[in-house]
């Protein structure tokens, strides 16, 4: 019985050694290059790719059987006070808010206030959207606005304001009144006729929210979405307060330099006001991954989950996410662009497996897509074949 044991404890002590060094030679092989004759920077250690984007820092988390395998921070935070990235450096996440934004208009739902499929016209009332022809013979749903299908003709994408500047409130921006700095949030085209990305229609979704439960956003996410999760280092608060803006990245342009102000302030919070690390957006797509699969329900049920997994019809997004097939595997998955911020989620739908990568540079969509791949071949994404390392 005792040798049993021992030898129990020893073929442990073994399998623990070696899914360590094994998570060792994945992280090494993004790390240093993974070799591809037709990409000349695929053999650039993370530095070098850095410089050669000059993108100044950058934070990975990699998820792996449902957990994150490791997660690490490249580079500097901020050019002008020299702060290195780690994990805790909060980045802003930029469009990737829409789908936290969706979780908790999804949350709304299961709690009775609303349906999804409901004239949002009749549960706004703090601001409408305006009639038309082209809503004569269907009215604009909660659903459509959050898959990008309810024929809004806005495209926006949101430049931000400066810290110091007056921000518009959020009917000012539909009407895109003198306060506002991008344009008109009206209908473009009857509902569900065409996929149409909208960042005002995702804004309208956060008004929706403000309506219903009369209580700031910020503080409303907190509680429906990043504190269930355990999204300890995320905050929807803009501006940043300064004493979470000690750890926050700095924007940067497409030199590499700071821009001015260290970040732009986003009252369009729904669409792009997250800051958060790439270790909470990985935690984030695991509680998506898990409730799908009914095996966490801490914030939604698998029934609700599924609606963001989900395509609408028309167009490649869910109530929130993209979704699209890559080799066997189908992934959901959004970006994010912000005045000098770039990052990226993406996560299997079944099986446990993704990633999340934040830059604080305004080329860092590039170094986003050199790493993507190295992290893809590395562990075999949706492949037979043994994983590629260096």
């Known amino acids: 019985m005792k040798k049993y044991r021992l030898a129990s404890l020893t073929f442990l002590t073994l399998s623990l050694f070696s899914v360590a060094a094994h998570g060792q030679d994945y992280q090494t092989s993004i790390e240093q290059g993974l070799p591809d004759p037709d990409i000349d920077v695929s053999q650039l250690s993370i530095d070098e790719l850095l410089e050669r984007f000059n993108v100044p820092g950058v934070s990975i988390a990699v998820i792996r059987d449902f957990d994150i395998h490791w997660a690490k921070g490249y580079g500097i935070a901020d050019v002008e006070s020299g702060a290195a990235v780690n994990t805790e450096t909060l980045f802003q996440a930029a469009s990737i808010s829409k789908p936290v934004n969706a979780m908790a208009l999804l949350k709304a739902a299961e709690e009775g206030r609303f349906s999804i499929d409901e004239d949002v016209n009749k549960l706004l009332s703090s601001w409408q959207i305006p009639e038309s022809e082209h809503t004569e013979s269907a009215f604009v749903t909660p659903r459509m606005l959050a898959s990008h299908t309810s024929g809004l003709g806005d495209g926006l994408g949101f430049p931000g304001y400066e810290p110091q500047v007056a921000l518009p409130s959020l009917p000012q921006i539909f009407d895109g009144a003198e306060q506002s700095n991008v344009g008109v949030v009206r209908m473009a085209r009857p509902p569900m006729t065409a996929f149409h990305y909208s960042g005002g229609g995702v804004t309208i979704l956060q008004q929706l929210l403000l309506d219903t439960y009369d209580k700031p956003y910020a503080e409303l996410l907190q509680d429906m979405v990043l504190e269930p999760i355990g999204m300890s280092s995320s905050t929807f608060q803009q501006p940043l307060p300064v004493d979470r803006d000690r750890n926050a990245a700095r ?48 914030v939604l049920t698998q029934a609700s989950t599924s609606e963001m997994l989900s395509p609408v019809g028309v167009g490649p997004f869910a109530v929130g996410f993209s979704l699209s097939k890559r080799g066997e595997g189908w992934y959901f998955d959004h970006g994010g662009s912000n005045w000098g911020f770039q990052a990226q989620l993406t996560a299997h739908k079944v099986n446990g497996y993704g990633y999340a990568i934040m830059t604080n540079g305004f080329m860092g969509g590039q170094l986003i897509a050199e790493l993507s791949r190295r992290i893809e071949a590395s562990y075999a994404f949706d492949s037979l074949a043994e994983p590629v390392r260096r």
Do not use: C, R
């Open 251 to 298: 924007a940067h342009g497409i030199s590499g330099a700071a821009m001015g102000p260290k970040w732009h302030v986003y009252p369009e919070l729904a669409a792009a006001g997250l800051w958060t690390t790439s270790t909470d957006l990985a935690k984030f797509a695991i509680e998506v991954q898990l409730s799908y699969q009914n095996h966490s329900n801490k």
